[in-house]
């Protein structure tokens, strides 16, 4: 699977949007984007995914470039309970997930 | 409904002693997934059931680890003598199938090994 890059960190404001960026220079045709996150004592949540066109569902939305190489998650009104670190996964549709580091947003009232 | 679930939540051990995690998948997944997860880090995968049958166990660190699913349900998860590195947040994951487009996998909250 194709390696990503996200920043460590980010804050965002309670209410605004966060716009979660990830690299993903050498993904290829067949990969998918996938984001999860991950808040404190649980498990990784699945979040949304996508190939080539933007998608949005009733958690988020993901912006595709066309070239592909990156994408951003957007949370349109981030609230106190979406902080947490948010994974962003590059994978063929096969059952193994490989997560990073990802990007810890702290959401602040 | 109820989710996937993982008992015990925290389990302290001796080096050298053996344990077994428990995962209950969500019911009718037939896909379990085992991953582990250092302090600060990201998951790692360990190994997938699709049913009974260990479909990929290529994950598992070394063979003091080992999991079964005999029922093609529960899943438990088995260390031997174990070590202090074995120490991490171990977690359990299911899917409706083989994990494929437009299917998640669902994660439990974790059972947290430690090893003194």
């Known amino acids: 699977d194709a390696k990503t890059t996200q920043p460590p960190s980010m804050d965002c404001a309670e209410g605004r949007a966060a716009n979660l960026p990830c690299n993903h220079s050498?993904?290829?045709?067949?990969?998918?984007v996938y984001w999860y996150r991950q808040i404190h004592s649980q498990g990784p949540q699945y979040i949304i995914h996508?190939?080539?066109n933007n998608e949005t569902n009733e958690m988020a939305s993901l912006i595709i470039t066309e070239d592909r190489k990156s994408s951003t998650l957007i949370l349109p009104h981030a609230t106190l309970r979406d902080t947490a670190v948010y994974y962003c996964i590059v994978r063929i549709n096969d059952y193994k997930l490989s997560f990073g580091a990802g990007t810890t947003v702290t959401v602040r009232a | 409904g109820a989710g996937v679930s993982q008992t015990p939540s925290n389990k302290v051990t001796e080096k050298g002693k053996y344990v077994e995690l428990r995962c209950d998948p969500i019911?009718?997944?037939?896909?379990l997934y085992w991953y582990r997860q250092s302090l600060g880090q990201g998951p790692e995968f360990l190994i997938y059931?699709?049913?009974?049958?260990?479909?990929?166990d290529s994950g598992l660190p070394n063979d003091r680890f080992f999991a079964v699913r005999p029922e093609g349900s529960v899943s438990t998860l088995k260390i031997q003598r174990t070590e202090r590195g074995d120490s991490a947040v171990y977690l359990c994951a299911s899917s409706l199938t083989r994990d494929s487009l437009g299917e998640e996998q669902f994660f439990g909250p974790g059972t947290r090994l430690t090893v003194l």
């Open positions: 019911s009718g997944h037939t896909a």
């Open positions: 996508g190939l080539k």
């Open positions: 050498t993904i290829s045709g067949n990969e998918y």
């Open positions: 059931f699709q049913g009974t049958g260990a479909a990929d």
